[in-house]
């Protein structure tokens, strides 16, 4: 039996070995459109309170297709 070649292991880092975001990025350095994790890390918040927070249009976001992401516009909007 052949052994089949496996995709290396993707790292979980979305942002190719640059800082991860925080509370302290600001939000000129933040990228346009953020995983809802990065926004939620970025806020302080846990990612199911993210999540809760677009699901009830507290936050604006954007589905493309399946994915859901949040502008940086919406963040800064949420924190003024």
């Known amino acids: 039996m052949k052994s089949r070649r496996r995709a290396p ?13 925080t509370r302290a990025t600001p939000a000129g350095r933040l990228p346009e459109l953020l995983l809802p994790e990065e926004a939620a890390a970025w806020l302080q918040l846990s990612r199911h309170s993210m999540y809760a927070l677009i ?3 507290q936050v604006k976001s954007v589905r493309l297709g399946r994915l859901v992401r949040v502008p940086r516009a919406a963040l800064v909007e949420l924190t003024q």
């Open 55 to 57: 699901r009830t249009g």
């Open 9 to 21: 292991k993707r790292s979980s880092a979305r942002n190719n070995g640059h800082r991860p975001i």
